[in-house]
């Protein structure tokens, strides 16, 4: 059974830099796709971006300016930082694994989460 | 970039049939999949790939969709399928993950 462990400060002063890890245990890092997401207190989700093992990354257009991704793939570990943090920055962060591949039913393809982290809650304030 | 569109509440009463619908244009080229958010909990998968149900998900969960429109129906809705329910897709824009709102259904 995979688990994901996941860790980093969780209380950050405004123009600090965000800084998480996760851990996977008990499956295989190759094949699939690393994000990290997070949630504002009573909002959505929102996904903040990816990693393959190979360190291919992608990025929400609207963080990517502040945001890097690494990979560290002895270790089946991959980390988020999030530079220059503001209290919209306020959030329960989930580091999840991405699975990716074409339908049976039909030409389209699916991709779902379905292994999360345990969440981390970090909060900006001064 | 994409969108994916939910209403954002859904009612039902105890153990009649309740849908949650997503719209989205990034779903006529992939499958929505979706996940149920309790209080407190980490989001967990209950439909991927159009209709199948991870291990756990009961059967009176299922997916369909038709065109740009997802739609996740509860068949007999009970007391704790009460939560939070987000669609997701992969998309093809500049931003290849995006997620709907969520709807909070709520069981009467």
């Known amino acids: 059974q995979l688990q994901q462990q996941q860790w980093g400060a969780g209380l950050l002063k405004p123009s600090e830099t965000l800084s998480l890890s996760c851990v996977v245990y008990?499956?295989?890092?190759?094949?699939?796709?690393w994000s990290w997401i997070r949630q504002a207190p009573g909002k959505g989700l929102e996904w903040i971006g990816e990693?393959?093992?190979?360190?291919?990354?992608n990025y929400n257009p609207s963080l990517k300016s502040r945001v890097t991704m690494s990979v560290d793939t002895s270790e089946n570990q991959f980390s988020l930082k999030m530079n220059s943090v503001t209290a919209a920055d306020t959030a329960m962060y989930y580091c999840?694994?991405?699975?990716?591949?074409?339908?049976?039913?039909?030409?389209?393809?699916?991709?779902?989460?379905?292994?999360w982290g345990q969440g981390t809650l970090v909060t900006v304030s001064s | 970039s994409s969108e994916l569109t939910q209403d954002p509440a859904v009612s039902v009463p105890l153990g009649q049939t309740g849908r949650i619908t997503c719209q989205g244009d990034s779903l006529r080229t992939y499958y929505a999949s979706w996940y149920q958010q309790k209080p407190g909990q980490a989001p967990v998968v209950v439909i991927y790939d159009n209709n199948k149900r991870p291990s756990g998900t009961p059967d009176r969960f299922s997916g369909s969709n038709s065109g740009s429109t997802a739609s996740l129906t509860i068949t007999g809705a009970q007391a704790e399928d009460e939560a939070d329910y987000y669609c997701?897709?992969?998309?093809?824009?500049?931003?290849?993950?995006?997620f709907g709102g969520g709807t909070k259904l709520t069981v009467l």
């Open positions: 999840a694994r991405g699975l990716a591949g074409r339908s049976a039913y039909s030409s389209k393809s699916y991709y779902y989460f379905d292994y």
């Open positions: 990693i393959t093992h190979s360190g291919s990354t």
């Open positions: 008990g499956g295989s890092f190759r094949g699939y796709y």
């Open positions: 997701h897709s992969r998309d093809s824009s500049d931003n290849p993950v995006v």
